[in-house]
């Protein structure tokens, strides 16, 4: 994860929960008094005392809540190395931030634990933000007790970004995907005009993230384009328009279609804040509510282009689809496949959840419980896969499928922010534990395609490890880790990642590595969880309402009642904002929340 500044650490963790509140000693009464931190007050005797023994003051401003104090507290406060050094060659203070909100005024942009190192004079030498390990606290002690010595200055440690090699091939990705946009006809590639999803929400993280404000533009324009393709009298999308014009389409109806066009243009209305994308939403869903839902909650896979009377002629779906609901109720509709399908219903879920958080009909929630609820019941096997369809559940012969596990759990997770219900975070887990053991490639650090198929000959015994497919789980991986503070699985992200780091198929893809882009992108950046804490009330409500808002693609949304939660509750409905070493302040109030996260996420 990209480093935010070290002096924004600091000001975030000062002021923002005040972890540190009973400095606890974590050493023992009965521990050699050397190896404890001889913490001082602040004071004016404790600066005194400094000048005079010619050392910088550690100072660490905590909060009593903050689950990172602690870790720092146990850890690395915690270590012989780290206490030795510290009582030789500093005076150390610790001091709870509700105690000292001066000290939380000034350092409230940074995120506690807030570790600050002054001259006995009071003269800031370096500001380090969040927990501190042991392995990087020992070389800033080293920094900072021979810049004192030598009245050398000191600037923070440049952050650690992404590892070389991913970090350019997402820049060679991104140079790719803007060489392919069409700026006369909007969208990528020539040809066939695809509303592909994945460069639209790709060109909207840049503008966010990245300040590239041109790529918000060129988002919507696009999706004002992928708009002529939805059916005006059904509702739901074409699947790609002949020609190099938006208005011929191909008249299949496609789910994963329906999915990638109801995903855009939710995350465009929400960060637009503009309403007219939630129309061109529910014209998508209204499409799926009527003619791919099923009444046992899953959702079909595709409908036909043409319509096949029945020993009669095929009506063409050019013929079909310009007349008028009435008319074409009079014939009949074109064949729906009801197959309810892992993969597909994966995305559904997922695109259902975002439709609904970004402010669209709430029901679309009771749509994607269902078919999530249905997937679980009927696709489950007894070794915890995920079935393509559900005539094969009961046989472990049959093969399962990378994809139909990877959209369901990044489903899943989507569900479970959405809702906050924690059974849909606990199926995310064991989904993705089973397709670890079941779907691992040892030599690449990917997921192979599909389990062994014993009846397979010739090169089909050879298992693939497909790259978009991959990027899914990965991106899954990715949020799990950061919920759960996971480092072995943003290890297994990262290892898939580079398994399908392949440059030549990379470039072959053309506009078809915006799944692979969007993971990378969200690997390489900084983020923030939203972490909600309050009774089920109205007021929690709002600031669980105003979370799942927020603009910011970076950040992550999780709803806990009070005792239930890593974070206290300070006695009224708060959101905590963290990334993995720092948080901030509780934020009470909903239209405080916007600013607070753009400021926690940009840094002083």
Not at 94 to 116: G, H
């Amino acid at each position: 994860m990209k480093r935010l500044p070290s002096m924004l650490l600091l000001l975030l963790s000062v002021v923002a929960l005040g972890c540190g509140a009973a400095p606890s000693h974590t050493s023992t009464s009965s521990e050699p008094a050397p190896l404890r931190i001889a913490w001082q007050t602040w004071s004016a005797e404790t600066f005194a005392r400094a000048a005079r023994e010619h050392k910088p003051i550690l100072l660490s401003v905590q909060a009593e809540w903050c689950h990172f104090c602690h870790v720092m507290n146990e850890e690395t406060f915690g270590d012989v190395r780290v206490r030795r050094e510290v009582n030789e060659h500093f005076i150390a203070i610790r001091v709870e931030q509700s105690e000292r909100p001066d000290l939380a005024e000034r350092y409230r942009r940074y995120a506690w634990p807030a570790t600050v190192f002054l001259s006995p004079e009071g003269d800031e030498l370096l500001a380090l933000r969040g927990y501190r390990p042991v392995a990087g606290f020992l070389p800033d002690l080293a920094r900072v007790e021979q810049a004192a010595r030598t009245g050398q200055a000191l600037e923070a440690a440049t952050p650690s970004g992404p590892p070389a090699e991913l970090e350019a091939t997402r820049l060679a990705l991104v140079a790719q995907l803007d060489g392919l946009y069409d700026e006369r006809l909007d969208g990528w590639g020539t040809g066939q005009r695809y509303p592909f999803a994945e460069p639209v929400e790709e060109a909207f993280f840049r503008a966010q993230v990245r300040g590239e404000s041109v790529w918000n533009e060129r988002a919507t324009r696009s999706l004002d384009r992928y708009a002529q393709l939805i059916d005006p009298v059904f509702g739901g999308m074409y699947q790609y328009s002949v020609g190099d014009v938006w208005t011929r389409p191909h008249f299949e109806k496609i789910a994963r279609v329906q999915a990638g066009a109801l995903r855009a243009f939710s995350e465009a209305a929400r960060v637009t804040g503009d309403d007219r994308w939630l129309q061109h939403a529910e014209d998508i869903r209204r499409y799926l509510t009527r003619f791919l839902e099923r009444p046992d909650g899953g959702f079909g896979a595709s409908q036909d282009a043409d319509l096949m009377l029945a020993g009669g002629p095929r009506i063409s779906g050019e013929e079909y689809y310009a007349k008028t609901e009435a008319e074409r109720l009079a014939l009949g509709v074109p064949h729906i496949d009801e197959s309810v399908l892992a993969a597909e219903n994966g995305q559904l879920i997922e695109a259902l959840a975002r439709y609904a958080e970004a402010g669209g009909d709430a029901s679309a929630l009771d749509q994607a419980t269902r078919a999530a609820d249905h997937l679980l019941s009927t696709l489950l096997r007894a070794d915890g896969l995920l079935a393509h369809r559900a005539s094969e559940r009961d046989d472990t012969t049959e093969m399962a499928h990378l994809a139909d596990q990877a959209w369901p759990l990044v489903g899943l997770l989507a569900l479970h922010e959405v809702t906050g219900a924690e059974r849909y975070l606990e199926a995310a887990r064991q989904l993705a534990d089973a397709t670890q053991a079941k779907l691992g490639d040892a030599q690449s650090g990917g997921f192979f395609a599909h389990t062994r198929d014993p009846r397979a000959v010739g090169i089909f015994r050879e298992r693939r490890v497909p790259i978009e497919d991959n990027a899914v789980f990965a991106r899954g991986l990715l949020v799990l880790s950061r919920l759960d503070e996971s480092g072995a699985r943003r290890q297994r992200a990262e290892a898939a990642l580079r398994g399908c780091a392949r440059t030549d198929e990379l470039r072959s893809l053309g506009r078809m590595v915006g799944q692979y882009l969007l993971t990378l992108e969200f690997f390489s950046s900084d983020y923030a969880i939203l972490s909600v804490i309050g009774p089920d009330d109205a007021a929690t409500d709002a600031l669980f309402h105003a979370a799942l808002r927020s603009a910011d693609p970076r950040r992550l949304v999780e709803l806990r009642r009070p005792g239930h939660g890593r974070y206290p509750y300070p006695g009224r409905p708060a959101v905590y904002i963290c990334t993995s070493d720092s948080c901030s302040l509780p934020v009470t109030a909903p239209d405080d929340l916007p600013a607070a996260v753009t400021n926690f996420l940009a840094g002083p």
